[in-house]
């Protein structure tokens, strides 16, 4: 019978399967800027926002090399949802598997993954860090090629366009989500 995990079961899970602080960190911030795009998209459905945020790279420290395709077959094992299972693995559509996000917290999340990663990356730059943190900050930090070069600004953008969403817009409700977990 399978289940949904709830946000802790889902922490839990992630912690069995990383140890590097730096992959548990991501996975509690994409949880968290999860939990905020849900409090205003789809607010009866927080937690499972969250936990498929917390969820998302659960394969990718033991398995980087099968990303996505590993966390489906570990997901089934543990007799996670379907419905969860296709929410995790869709963030890697077009990078390292061909399931596609369908629903608006899929597309929340193929759009803020690597986008979280780029800024927080420019908020360790900055004496205040994120909290005045203005978007055309992060613009500039998007065309500079160098800067963050591991996340991938097309999957910023095509997020962007599934969200249909200005990329201006995304940068800014994703710098919000982000400073919502610094209280």
């Known amino acids: 019978m399978s289940y949904?995990?709830?946000?802790a079961q889902?922490?839990?899970?992630?912690?069995?399967?990383?140890?590097?602080?730096?992959?548990?960190?991501?996975?509690?911030?994409?949880?968290?800027?999860?939990?905020?795009?849900?409090?205003?998209?789809?607010?009866?459905?927080?937690?499972?926002?969250?936990?498929?945020?917390?969820?998302?790279?659960?394969d990718f420290e033991l398995w980087p090399e099968q990303h996505c395709v590993k966390a489906r077959d570990l997901l089934?094992?543990?007799?996670?949802?379907?419905?969860v299972?296709?929410?995790?693995?869709?963030?890697?559509y077009g990078i390292c598997i061909d399931v596609a996000p369908e629903k608006y917290m899929e597309k929340v999340l193929f759009a803020t993954d690597e986008l979280?990663?780029?800024?927080?990356?420019?908020?360790?730059m900055r004496p205040?860090?994120?909290?005045?943190?203005?978007?055309?900050?992060?613009?500039?930090?998007?065309?500079?090629?160098?800067?963050?070069?591991?996340?991938d600004r097309e999957v910023i953008r095509r997020g962007a366009e599934m969200l249909d969403m200005e990329l201006s817009e995304l940068i800014g409700k994703t710098i919000e989500a982000m400073r919502a977990l610094e209280c």
């Open 4 to 7: 949904i995990p709830t946000p």
């Open 10 to 58: 889902a922490e839990e899970l992630v912690r069995r399967y990383n140890k590097e602080e730096f992959h548990i960190r991501h996975a509690e911030t994409v949880s968290g800027v999860m939990r905020e795009f849900a409090k205003t998209y789809d607010p009866e459905n927080v937690d499972f926002w969250r936990t498929v945020g917390m969820l998302h790279d659960i």
């Open 76 to 83: 089934r094992e543990l007799d996670v949802d379907e419905d």
């Open 85 to 92: 299972i296709h929410a995790v693995i869709s963030h890697g």
């Open 116 to 124: 979280t990663g780029l800024i927080g990356a420019a908020a360790l």
């Open 128 to 151: 205040n860090g994120i909290s005045d943190m203005e978007v055309k900050s992060v613009t500039k930090k998007i065309k500079d090629k160098k800067f963050a070069a591991g996340c």
